[in-house]
């Protein structure tokens, strides 16, 4: 063995760079995983035999996963090309004797940023100045800028969209990773970013977390979970949330730092949100880590079966209950469907008690039932209808409605409101954002067990009931980018889902208010905000 060649063997080689990963990153105060360390060796161990792998990370919301490539990526930067100019002749690191280039990337270029902020946050710090200046590496920061840092040493790391609008710029890189992966599409990936690795046969990360779509993260979890049966190195690492929280319960006990236990305290209060419904499809696919099929029916039917509440018949008024209404208004072989729905009790979800969270940590989330108790349908010409829509409404005690604005309902809706002043009438255009929210809470409703139905003897006889029943057990659900869509299939209608959601989102409303709403995307989806200005209305904080 030449003397310029490291001695050490690949596996010792991969100790020796995880152990300064760890140093690299203790100045930011970063405690590393047990987890996230087995992840990290494997991605060293591709990149020191040189094997051009795809190595998958399929993990948890919130579990660290951007945090461990960060603190991997920096490191590794700084470090193999100083194990480069020591062992020139050794082909595990010489590749790198010019610096290691690294891009990142992901749906939006917010989201890459996650993974390159940190990175070069760290690099910038004033405590990493005792590491830069030791005499073996003896490196410094050369570039700091919005979308890329840069050491003397050669090392870079680059951070871009992978946008289905965007055009990826050309370039060259030793590894390439992919933040939120389930949301890249195919194409994107083999046309436009794969081929960067080419000159160096390097390797390519893809990290994030369960979708509806099953694309290319899917169909390379099941390509490196059919390599690892077949006896190659394991190139897929799935942690779900139980783990997680297993993990970071050891690591408490460990360090005794209380941050370790907020993970498994904001988990706990996501599922009291949910009624405790481990089986609600976001909790599957973003913390259970269940792929679903795109096509799955939207409704999850144990939970609407349940929902029928044979006490109440339709047409009952109870009091002291507020009611609203939605409307869904008829295209040309479609009827208008009005549902009235009621807002019941309210539920108290307190953050459960842990172990070590002190008294003052604890706070509780109102959110209320919704029963709906009444269903109209109506055909014919729009004077017509708007008249019998008017009389159906004045038996209730309604005080918002939200009605389907788009095309011909605008005026519609503008009929509806000056002809019953003392109802706040929402009108709401239909689009693909719109009716992703729409739906995004009427599911949640249902599966968390908090939306009920009328199903009383009488009603249950009814046609109104049955087309109800019918169609939303129908209702089929796929994806448009990352909106979810929800439709009929063939030979079934979705007027009456349509016309309940819009009464799920009715009951959000202050029937005092006229201002514009700002909506957070939903926490289990991690998405960014969006202002969802088309439904021109305000969420009232006591009717959630």
């Known amino acids: 063995m030449s003397e310029q060649t490291c001695p050490l063997t690949t596996e010792q080689l991969v100790d020796v760079i995880i152990e300064f990963v760890r140093l690299f990153n203790a100045p930011a105060g970063i405690d590393l995983y047990n987890y996230q360390i087995l992840f990290m060796r494997r991605i060293v161990e591709s990149l020191l035999t040189g094997d051009g792998w795809t190595i998958t990370g399929l993990c948890a919301r919130q579990s660290g996963k951007s ?21 020139p002749d050794d082909q595990r690191v010489s590749d790198y004797a010019q610096g290691i280039f690294i891009g990142v990337f992901a749906p939006k270029k917010q989201q890459s940023g996650f993974i390159y902020d940190r990175v070069r946050m760290r690099a910038d710090m004033p405590a990493m100045q ?100 077949a006896g190659k190195p394991r190139s897929h690492f799935e942690f779900d949330y139980k783990t997680v929280i297993n993990e970071k319960r050891r690591m408490f006990e460990q360090t005794g730092k209380r941050f370790h236990l907020k993970y498994e305290a904001w988990v706990n209060t996501e599922l009291e949100k949910l009624g405790g419904n481990e089986d609600n499809e976001e909790f599957k696919l973003n913390f259970r880590l269940l792929w679903q099929d795109a096509n799955a029916g939207a409704v999850d039917k144990e939970a609407f079966i349940q929902a029928a509440d044979e006490r109440i018949e339709v047409g009952e008024i109870r009091q002291f209950r507020r009611q609203v209404a939605g409307i869904d208004l008829g295209k040309i072989n479609d009827p208008t469907v009005v549902t009235v729905m009621e807002i019941g009790d309210p539920i108290d979800y307190g953050l459960p008690r842990l172990r070590n969270v002190k008294e003052d940590d604890e706070r509780s989330i109102v959110y209320y039932e919704k029963t709906i108790v009444g269903w109209c349908e109506s055909y014919g010409r729009w004077r017509d209808q708007i ?18 604005a788009t095309g011909v309902g605008d005026p519609v809706a503008e009929e509806l409101a000056t002809l019953m002043p003392e109802i706040r009438v929402v009108p709401v255009k239909f689009s693909t954002l719109t009716k992703d929210h729409l739906y995004k809470l009427y599911l949640q409703e249902i599966s968390s067990c908090r939306l009920f139905y009328a199903a009383g003897p009488h009603t249950v006889e009814t046609v109104e009931y049955n087309k109800f029943i019918d169609e939303n057990l129908a209702l089929g659900k796929d994806y448009v980018g990352q909106y979810i869509t929800c439709f009929a299939p063939d030979g079934h209608h979705d007027d009456y889902p349509d016309s309940a959601a819009l009464a799920c989102y009715a009951t959000t409303l202050d029937p005092m208010s006229e201002h514009e709403i700002e909506c957070s995307a939903n926490k289990l989806f991690s998405r960014d905000a969006e202002s969802y200005d088309v439904l021109q209305c305000t969420r009232a904080d006591r009717y959630r």
Request: hydrophobic residues 40%; charged residues 20%.
């Open 130 to 229: 005792d590491i830069y200046e030791d005499p073996d590496i003896d490196v410094s920061v050369t570039v700091s800028r919005g979308d890329k840092v840069a050491w003397s040493n050669g090392s870079f790391m680059l951070a871009q969209t992978a946008s289905t609008q965007s055009t990826v710029e050309g370039g060259t890189f030793h590894m390439i990773i992919i933040d939120e992966s389930q949301l890249v599409g195919r194409e994107k990936i083999q046309k436009e970013i794969s081929p960067m690795l080419a000159a160096t046969n390097g390797s390519m990360v893809k990290i994030g977390t369960a979708n509806l779509h099953k694309g290319d993260f899917y169909d390379s979890i099941m390509r490196n979970l059919e390599t690892g049966k």
């Open 67 to 87: 945090e461990a490539i960060s603190s991997l990526t920096g490191g590794l930067c700084v470090f193999l090309p100083t194990l480069a100019r020591a062992f």
């Open 387 to 404: 008249k019998v829509i008017i009389e159906y409404l004045s038996k209730y005690a309604v005080d918002v409605v939200a009605v389907d």
